[in-house]
């Protein structure tokens, strides 16, 4: 392991930047087949409601250039069968474990919150940016209001720390996440899918039932950067990047933007192994230098010269 | 699990439908109905891997049987021998493989016929085996020769007639029943036909389709609903038991 | 020629529903030594200015994944060159010829409306999304006030179809659309580019001075095709499509979505054939039905299934 | 003008650097100095085409010289023989041939070599030629040869003085004034030190290199700053006379 990858966000120490993105790599059984998860900075659990949920009909997925759409629905097993069959697993995994939460009310994530409180997790990230669901999910996410007070109640009632994860469809960011730092959030996650559509054209009808779907892979990665550079340059909330991923170059541009850890979400797909294969090359790379020092620092490297 | 493979050979078998032949090695043992996610090309465009039933497996070689479809067969299509594949297999689950003496039927309808031939190429001696494989037009004899030569009957049907009987491959079998295990990969629409058809839904294996995102159980992609509960073709299949499926 | 790939926009009638996009063809000399442009169902000159403009310093493009990012900042020779040395030759072409103006000030666009009036040409596309210059551009966009009374002027001062080409930027659509309807223009073009940002790592930098560029190609379809569907269903203006069409089967999604017209833009960097290439392939299609028939027609066949 | 071509071959003659020659049908017609956009990948990703000068054409073949230095150079050297690529060429300005008797100079830094080496192969007779090239460590001679042979007077250099004389290659060059041409290709730092040293810039043609998203005039994505105006490398170049050009 090389210190030099080593970066603290908020209270928690993460051995290395590399986090694995929830929805996209289940509760870690299959990935642990690939590589051993302590070997990673953290992992982000699919997000969990309060009662099972089955999720959308299919198709579910569909590829588009570089992107892929989904509209999985969170199809989960529900917080009890999580905590019966998936934490004893999750548990023994020596690195930071985030539990991903959504609700369709304010009380149901608290309630989830409540049912965290005693497990030995390191944190919650609270998903307020889901495409795929009716209620709940990404109206919460934009509504200033219910933002503040969820991420508030959260915060306390589950004593972790908390991550919020946003999505693109927020606009004007900065108050957002001013608001999520204000309200007691150690970090902001940027960002969930972008809403997309697709046509089957040969059908003729849009691909989803839903109609929209969630966009994710490298397609987003400029746009998330975007992002990622204003947050940075305009609050102090520790940023967690997230959004097209794919090899250990698309890591060093979010960190130089201003994200402190990378959540990889749709590489998982292309290659089970991405998680290792990137932390090998960081390793390999930060032989000299910390990683902490290369966060934000194209910010100072800018030759504006209009 | 993902490594990479060398390419023998990549050859056009009928319009459209390819033969791709790979060195096993390193070596992969899978069994008929199960599956590999290829890596098309270096590149991103297109994004996922795709999912390929195994066609035939020996110590030396691994063998698909694939249609152009879409863009990622097309780019396969276009691979030399040489050239290099990574692959992610084996993965999902397999057909069960009948006891000696049982009386069994395979019924293929197009590109389906790829497990099945694999499982024609793995059943113990002294199973009695009846295959019905229906395709849309005329193909090409090496697509169905396996199963002529295995069979103890067979029967091949086309939708225009221009090779075998007229019509679709169901409409040919009559008594279900008196089969110990009916194994079956096709269109949904056959395999909807044929579980509503049989009584005893657990002699029913039959291996299905979904877009599939990563072939491994992350993604949550490649739903079907199961009787119980979501079934996800990539882990609980693509083979699944008729009980486990709910077609109405 | 094809008539059933006849359709009619507002005042105007194209030949076929392929355009290429405003920056991405010049002023029409270069793409002409490939086909001639009278086979296009239109052609959008590069945006002009009041006075010249030398643009941005390079680097000024840099590829993403199946996208790219560019800061050319609107070089264009500015209207008087434009008319004595462009239009001699767009004239003579036998299709619909739209001039795409950008402005600092509301005064400028006038300015240049003013001064394109008498020229034959078919209409006007105003720019009003340039993400790549300080003043103007954009930020009008943004601002509905601005917005209608420029489009209300423009649509006085030229006497001649209008259309208003937005920013991904304005976030919410739907308003922003009936703006501009109601100020006289025939119809809205969805999108210019999208605000991205790349860092060259290896530098460690921002790849642009500006920081910010555009985002266009492949990567967008998804992205840009979510608020086609919207528009169409919410609003009654004519949409021209753009973002993303790369071949006929993108061509296909965004009228099923419901544009009427589509623009190339990135395309014809990557084949500068596509233009005719896509309505060679559209007359192939369009043997027995009528293209006007499937604009919008993927709405009649969504199953709501939720 | 953008048309299909069969590889012939494409092979590494040094560490990172091949020779891509190309089956010259359809006939092309190119001069030293012009450039083709090459479609690495039938697929999006790469998006854009990348551009190569023209290192050798003859009636029956085109080669390129290049250098794999990312993803597009990267996939373009897995293509193999009879793989095919879409080529946009010829493209841009040529170097101005010298008349007989001139005496020229010919200055390239690394892979600026490759236009250059087709000038020297098109040099009418009588022509006197002074190659100066320089590289940043050893490069096989295959590389330098057709320099060698050439020229009247050559030197080669290297940064850390692996092979020829260590140093840059602009410090062996005394007189600059004596050639009546001044042909250059390289890095543009040493374009621009060339550049100030040569006093008459209309002796000088150098060929510029940026980023290019089209290659044909309609992205102006390629720019360099001119004397009176915007240059715009693909049409305006990617050969500049000295006067054109502005490096203050
Ligand atoms: C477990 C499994 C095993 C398979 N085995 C074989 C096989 O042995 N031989 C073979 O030829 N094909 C097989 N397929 C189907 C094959 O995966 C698809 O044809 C292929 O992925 C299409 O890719 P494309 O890029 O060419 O097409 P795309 O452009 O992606 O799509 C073209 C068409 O193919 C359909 N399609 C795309 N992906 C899938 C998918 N995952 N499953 C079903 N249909 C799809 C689309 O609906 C569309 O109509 C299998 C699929 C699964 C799930
Ligand atoms: C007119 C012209 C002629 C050229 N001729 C040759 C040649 O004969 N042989 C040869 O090896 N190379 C040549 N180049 C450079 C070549 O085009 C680039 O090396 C190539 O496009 C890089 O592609 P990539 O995908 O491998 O690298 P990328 O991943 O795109 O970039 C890798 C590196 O290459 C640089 N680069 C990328 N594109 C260009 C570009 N268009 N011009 C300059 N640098 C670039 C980037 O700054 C980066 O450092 C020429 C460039 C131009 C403009
Ligand atoms: C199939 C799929 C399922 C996802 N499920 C969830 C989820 O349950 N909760 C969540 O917060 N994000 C979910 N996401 C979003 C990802 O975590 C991530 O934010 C997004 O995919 C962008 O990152 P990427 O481009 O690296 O995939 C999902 C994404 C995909 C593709
Ligand atoms: C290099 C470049 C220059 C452009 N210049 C202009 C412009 O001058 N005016 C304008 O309205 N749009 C301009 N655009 C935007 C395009 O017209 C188009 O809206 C955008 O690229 C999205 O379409 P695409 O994905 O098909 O390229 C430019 C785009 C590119 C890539
Ligand atoms: S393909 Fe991803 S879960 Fe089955
Ligand atoms: S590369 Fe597009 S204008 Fe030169």
């Known amino acids: 392991m090389n210190s030099n990858l080593k970066i603290q966000v908020g209270s928690l120490v993460f051995k290395n930047p590399i986090l694995l993105a929830s929805g996209t790599s289940g509760f870690g059984k299959e990935i642990s087949q690939f590589y051993p998860l302590e070997i990673l900075g953290g992992f982000v659990t699919k997000s969990i409601t309060l009662k099972p949920k089955k999720g959308n009909p299919p198709p579910r997925i569909w590829e588009t250039y570089c992107g892929l759409l989904n509209s999985i629905g969170l199809e989960n097993p529900g917080l009890e069968e999580f905590i019966y069959y998936e934490m004893p697993f999750l548990e023994k995994i020596n690195t930071n474990i985030f539990v991903s939460i959504a609700g369709e009310s304010i009380k149901e994530y608290q309630e989830l919150a409540k049912n965290l409180k005693n497990l030995n997790i390191s944190g919650i990230e609270i998903n307020l940016s889901c495409p795929n669901v009716d209620r709940g999910g990404i109206q919460f996410g934009l509504d200033p209001d219910i933002l503040y007070e969820l991420t508030k109640s959260i915060v306390k009632i589950s004593q972790k720390p908390v991550w919020v994860k946003l999505s693109p469809e927020v606009g004007k960011i900065i108050p957002v996440v001013n608001l999520v730092k204000d309200a007691g959030a150690e970090a902001v996650v940027i960002f969930n899918t972008f809403l997309g559509l697709a046509i089957d054209w040969k059908e003729r009808k849009p691909v989803f039932k839903r109609i929209f779907a969630g966009l994710s892979g490298p397609a987003i990665k400029p746009l998330v950067l975007r992002y990622i550079w204003e947050v940075y340059e305009k609050s102090s909330i520790p940023i967690i990047g997230c959004g097209g991923i794919m090899e250990f170059g698309d890591v060093m541009e979010y960190i130089l933007a201003g994200a402190s850890l990378v959540e990889i979400g749709t590489a998982n797909f292309i290659n089970p192994n991405i998680g290792k294969e990137i932390i090998l090359e960081l390793e390999n790379y930060f032989k000299e230098e910390r990683i902490e020092d290369l966060v934000g620092l194209a910010h100072k490297r800018k030759e504006v010269s209009l | 699990m993902f490594r990479e493979f060398e390419i023998v050979k990549n050859i056009s078998i009928d ?150 009987e007229r019509g679709k491959i169901l409409d040919f079998i009559e008594n279900l029943e008196e089969f110990n295990r009916i194994y079956a990969c096709g269109p949904i629409s056959m395999l909807k036909e044929l579980w509503k058809r049989v009584e005893d839904k657990s002699k029913l294996y039959i291996s299905l389709e979904e877009r599939m995102g990563c072939g491994i159980g992350i993604c949550l992609g490649c739903i079907f609903p199961g009787k119980e509960r979501n079934l996800h073709i990539c882990k609980d299949g693509p083979v699944v038991s008729g009980v486990e499926v709910n077609f109405e």
């Not at chain 2, 067969?73 to 594949?85: I, P, Q």
């Not at chain 2, 039927?105 to 694999?118: H, R």
């Open chain 2, 15 to 164: 319009k459209d439908i390819f033969v791709l032949k790979l060195k096993n090695e390193p070596y992969i043992k899978g069994l008929p109905g199960q599956f590999a996610m290829i890596r098309i090309n270096n590149s991103y465009d297109p994004l996922l891997l795709r999912p390929f039933s195994f066609y035939k497996i020996s110590s030396d070689t691994i063998e698909f049987l694939y249609q152009v479809k879409g863009k990622g067969t097309y780019l396969l299509s276009k691979k030399r021998e040489r050239d290099r594949l990574r692959i992610l297999a084996p993965l999902g689950t397999n057909f069960p493989l009948p006891e000696k003496n049982e009386k069994i039927t395979i019924i293929g309808g197009g590109m389906g016929i790829a497990p099945l031939s694999f499982l024609l190429d793995l059943l113990p001696e002294g199973v009695k085996i009846y295959s019905f494989i229906g395709f849309y037009t005329k193909v090409s004899k090496k697509l169905w020769k396996n199963f002529e030569e295995r069979s103890d009957y067979f029967l091949i049907t086309t939708e225009d007639g221009s090779i075998g």
